[in-house]
């Protein structure tokens, strides 16, 4: 009799111990990051936080039975099943990884992506098409030059259109050179080793979020601080560094931004490094582009970000929500807002100085989100205002004329 009752007060002790462990345990996804909930699927809140605070109160509630109730062949077949699903886990997670590295990757539409040295596969001139003897423009820029509307046309099209039936030609061909993710350091690289050679009369120059983002060196695109050569900015490459994966390693890293999330700490940057290596990189494409005698267009580039962002539009910044944010550190929209003023200015200066064309975009396109989807991707109704302004300066400055088609 008094072992049953020393036994029955051992187990009550340890349901008390579990308790406290599995009430630790569920406290812990009650303690949420208000930035990192807002930015989070349902279904990911589903898994790594509603399931935990639903699944926790009932597992407890299973071994309150188990401990208290159950049969010993109960728990012992239980206790079985348990270790015999590890074991599976276990067993099964390292296969699930040879299998994901080994065919998740389709070489033909992913692995070719990627270039050595500019992280993107650069865009080339179509060389079976370009015709030396046309009027050539080449665009050069991040998605916001390449990126099409929903017909799959982008501005540098649409602007080859307008040209074309406007000047009743088909002698003019504008070429999209632009590359997600791609600075000026990017494309200066590839304008110096692909493009340049290739006879062209106009060079368009697109630039400013992807060398701003740069300077947020906290984001988990960088490794280390802020370099002027862009080397401590990965970008796309970024999880060409991850460490293998492991199931513990698996596991934490699915609950562990959910878990006791320490608030984020908001970043207000005032100082952009970024802005000098941005300058030095325009500067350098235009004095390569003159040296081949190529007429240079610097362009503002539209931007949704203004004082009074709306809680709307702030939900659809994702780069500042998904890309200026680090382990538990975030850019405040004030710092994207000023910083992309300070970036755009500055390209209303450089052509002021280098004495090259300006088409001042970002005053062209209303800062709503008629016009964009995110800070600086534009709906179909931005593409026809972008491609009108363009071909309005390119007139006006006698870049192209319905003469002499520029030439």
């Known amino acids: 009799m008094e072992k049953t009752i020393l036994i029955r007060l051992f187990k009550v002790i340890l349901l008390v111990l579990l308790g406290i462990g599995i009430g630790y345990v569920f406290a812990g996804f009650l303690q949420q990051d208000d930035v990192v909930m807002n930015q989070t699927r349902f279904i990911y809140k589903l898994m790594f936080i509603y399931g935990p605070l639903i699944a926790l109160p009932i597992i407890y509630a299973f071994l309150i039975y188990a401990f208290l109730f159950a049969s010993k062949e109960f728990i012992k077949s239980t206790l079985f099943t348990g270790i015999v699903l590890v074991l599976i886990l276990m067993v099964l997670f390292p296969v699930y990884e040879l299998v994901k590295n080994t065919f998740g990757v389709k070489e033909d539409k992913y692995a070719k992506r990627f270039h050595p040295y500019l992280q993107l596969m650069p865009p080339q001139v179509d060389a079976q098409n370009y015709q030396s003897s046309n009027y050539n ?4 820029g991040g998605s916001t030059t390449q990126y099409t509307n929903s017909e799959g046309m982008g501005w540098p099209a649409m602007l080859e259109q307008s040209l074309r039936v406007g000047l009743k030609t088909d002698s003019i061909d504008v070429y999209n050179l632009g590359m997600q993710w791609y600075t000026t350091q990017h494309s200066l690289i590839n304008y110096e080793v692909n493009i340049k050679h290739y006879r062209h009369d106009v060079l368009i120059v697109m630039h400013a979020i992807n060398d701003l983002l740069h300077n947020a060196d906290f984001s ?9 050569d862009y080397g ?49 990189n325009l500067i350098s494409l235009i004095e390569v582009a003159n040296l081949k005698g190529v007429k240079v267009v610097l362009m503002s580039q539209p931007n949704i970000l203004h004082a009074d962002l709306s809680d709307e539009i702030k939900s659809k910044c994702q780069m500042i929500n998904s890309e200026a944010v680090g382990s538990g550190k975030k850019w405040t929209y004030e710092s994207g807002i000023t910083g992309m003023e300070k970036y755009n200015q500055l390209v209303r200066t450089l052509a002021n100085e280098q004495k090259v064309v300006l088409v001042d975009l970002e005053s062209v396109v209303p800062k709503t989100l008629e016009y964009f989807t995110d800070e600086v991707h534009y709906t179909d109704a931005a593409y026809p205002l972008i491609k009108a302004e363009i071909a309005r300066v390119l007139m006006e400055e006698k870049l192209i004329n319905s003469t002499n088609n520029g030439k």
């Open 137 to 140: 423009i080449f665009c050069l």
């Open 220 to 228: 988990s695109f960088s490794k280390g601080a802020f370099r002027e």
């Open 232 to 280: 401590h900015f990965y970008g796309p490459v970024k999880n060409a560094f991850k460490k293998p994966g492991s199931l513990v390693r698996s596991i934490a890293g699915s609950f562990g931004q959910y878990w006791y999330a320490e608030p984020t700490v908001f970043v207000d940057q005032k100082e952009y490094p970024g802005l000098e290596s941005f300058e030095r």
